[in-house]
């Protein structure tokens, strides 16, 4: 592109590489969405996460419960993690908090 550092939304560019959003159409930057394959904006996975209604696979990025599948965002790591039968959540197969399903907990 003919900016300076990375080109905001409506500046020119020739790959997402130029762009703040890293979205690059028809040589325009455009704004990040929840739909465009990318990482950008306030996402914390690839579509998903943050401000995206999508949710995180585990191992992918999370800054809360809710950017997760599992519905568990490990604080430290900030990674979504497997749902496990021992988490707290129904998730997984569960069909309840923790119990029966693919869990030895029944209901």
């Known amino acids: 592109g003919d900016c300076s550092s990375l080109c905001g939304t409506g500046e020119g560019c ?3 590489d130029d762009c703040v959003s890293g979205v690059c159409v028809a040589a325009t930057c455009v704004a990040s969405r929840c739909d465009d394959g990318v990482l950008n904006g306030f996402e914390t996975c690839v579509d998903g996460g943050g401000s995206c209604d ?3 696979q585990p191992g992918t990025g999370c800054f809360a419960a ?3 599948v599992s519905g568990v965002c490990n604080g430290v ?5 497997a749902p496990t ?3 707290g959540v129904m998730n997984g197969y569960e069909t309840c908090v923790d119990g029966s399903g693919d869990c030895s907990s029944l209901c």
């Open 77 to 81: 790591a900030h990674t979504c993690s």
């Open 14 to 16: 020739v790959d997402g």
């Open 54 to 56: 999508g949710k995180c």
């Open 66 to 68: 809710g950017d997760c």
């Open 85 to 87: 039968c021992d988490d």
